[in-house]
């Protein structure tokens, strides 16, 4: 296709008002589900469907299978640079995300066998910001500074590289709409947290309590809090 006509093709796939409204509504880099996104674009669920589809085909928006649910967040960074640049020559404002999810579960909670929640999902982003996590094909891989970080927290990465399960992969959180850390290794961190009581269980449900000690020994160093 000629570059001519692939702006063309773009800019019509976002030029629709309904489709426009999703696209910008997945600007703050959480990602939606079909229902979510029909509510935001006001239209139905049949209509919303064709509406990503179209999306999903000129590679704006890229489809996440999570459990029994679909999400849908843009498909790369310059997606969402493309989109901003649109917002301030159209000079409208970017409207923020309201969360509904109780702060005790969004602040930190288990996943399964893994941490979850707000300060897992930026645990997992300085774990990548810093290359201590790096893509590969099956997920993550550590490299040998990130190796040397994580036996220095306690984590067995030995033992999490011996489970029969994926090593290392992004888990999309429900209520940040953002990944944190799942796999073995998401595991095998959540369990030395927990034996060094940087985090702590709550006596009911899944949320966890970050200690004073983790904050300290943990978080801070890393800029998180």
Do not use: N
């Not at 995300?97 to 579960?105: D, F, G, Q, S, W």
């Amino acid at each position: 296709m000629d570059a001519d006509q692939g702006i063309a093709a773009v800019a019509a796939a976002i030029a629709e008002p309904a489709r426009a409204r999703m696209l910008c509504t997945l600007l703050d880099g959480r990602a939606r589900t079909a229902t979510e996104l029909a509510a935001v674009a006001e239209v139905t669920a049949s209509t919303a469907s064709a509406h990503l589809a179209r999306l999903v085909g000129e590679q704006l928006v890229e489809c996440v299978p999570q459990g029994r649910h679909r999400y849908y967040r843009l498909r790369h960074a310059d997606v969402a640079h493309a989109l901003e640049a649109l917002l301030v020559v159209a000079g409208r404002p970017q409207a923020p995300l309201a969360p509904r999810t109780p702060e005790p579960l969004r602040a930190a909670r288990t996943c399964y066998d893994h941490m979850a929640g707000e300060i897992a999902v930026g645990l997992l982003a300085v774990l990548r910001r810093r290359r201590w996590l790096q893509p590969a094909d099956d997920g993550y891989r550590l490299s040998a500074a990130g190796e040397a970080t994580l036996a220095a927290w306690g984590v067995d990465v030995a033992g999490a590289r011996a489970r029969r399960r994926r090593f290392a992969c992004d888990c999309l959180d429900w209520s940040e709409r953002r990944p944190h850390l799942g796999g073995a290794l998401g595991a095998a961190l959540l369990e030395a947290a927990l034996q060094r009581r940087w985090v702590t269980r709550e006596l009911e449900g899944r949320a966890l309590r970050i200690s004073p000690k983790g904050r300290r020994e943990w978080l801070e160093p890393l800029g998180l809090s």
